[in-house]
């Protein structure tokens, strides 16, 4: 069975500044990767998604994320960020479909707190 | 295009009481799933339907359970309610077929937010 784990549970830092949200996964199979971003009082919305092909990937709101399968990462950064960015992340993964079904697996979440 | 819809937003119950929710998905989607946020164990997979289906389930007791009707739109039901079935409740739905392609992306609602007293 797939896992996700998310390393920090709370980043907080400067407007302006660089962020890096630090995921791992775990799979005996290929996997297809997702960050989520919840903002306060709302459901997830999509930010990037890894399924094949280039290993960088680029999201909405200036986000990218870099799948190393070598060290099993899928980390999710940004060169400069926004007050408009607090929120809480999420890190899912999904299997190849076997057997006409699959579900998305989540880490726990990062919660992200920018500062003036 | 509406989003996914979840009702009620809010919701108290006391425990040993059942809570039926429900979630209309954007139109066209098929593929509905039901998850469970909570602080301590963040997003928890509940199931997945596709066409009044139910395809796949999660790790929870027989009192969570769900159906979805012809229109695509589903229900999930909690009977005997417990404490710690206090949650977010989020569906989502996706324009997912199974045995065609993987799960893209999902569109999330709002959520339910369930107080069990």
């Known amino acids: 069975a797939q896992s996700v784990t998310q390393l920090d549970s709370q980043v907080p830092v400067f407007e302006e500044a660089p962020v890096e949200l630090r995921c791992n996964y775990s799979?005996?199979?290929?996997?297809?990767l997702f960050w989520y971003v919840q903002y306060p009082n709302q459901g997830l919305q999509l930010l990037l998604k890894y399924l094949s092909g280039s290993t960088l990937v680029k999201g909405i709101n200036g986000f990218e994320a870099e799948f190393n399968k070598s060290q099993t990462s899928f980390h999710l950064r940004k060169p400069s960020v926004h007050i408009s960015d607090t929120a809480e992340y999420f890190c899912a993964v999904s299997t190849t479909r076997q057997g006409g079904s699959e579900k998305l697996v989540f880490g726990k979440g990062t919660k992200l707190t920018v500062n003036p | 295009k509406a989003g996914v819809t979840q009702t009620p937003r809010y919701l108290i119950k006391t425990r040993g009481q059942q809570v039926t929710l429900s979630c209309s998905p954007i139109s066209g989607h098929r593929s509905v799933s039901w998850y469970q946020q909570t602080p301590g164990q963040g997003l928890q997979f509940l199931f997945e339907?596709?066409?009044?289906?139910?395809?796949n389930k999660g790790n929870f007791p027989g009192r969570f359970s769900g159906r979805q009707f012809s229109n695509s739109r589903s229900e999930m039901n909690v009977s005997t309610l417990e404490l710690g079935d206090s949650a977010l409740y989020l569906c989502?739905?996706?324009?997912?077929?199974?045995?065609?392609?993987?799960?893209?992306?999902?569109?999330f609602g709002s959520g339910t937010q369930l107080s069990v007293l």
């Open positions: 799979s005996s199979v290929s996997v297809y």
């Open positions: 989502a739905s996706s324009a997912n077929i199974p045995g065609q392609a993987i799960n893209e992306k999902l569109f």
């Open positions: 339907y596709f066409s009044e289906t139910q395809r």
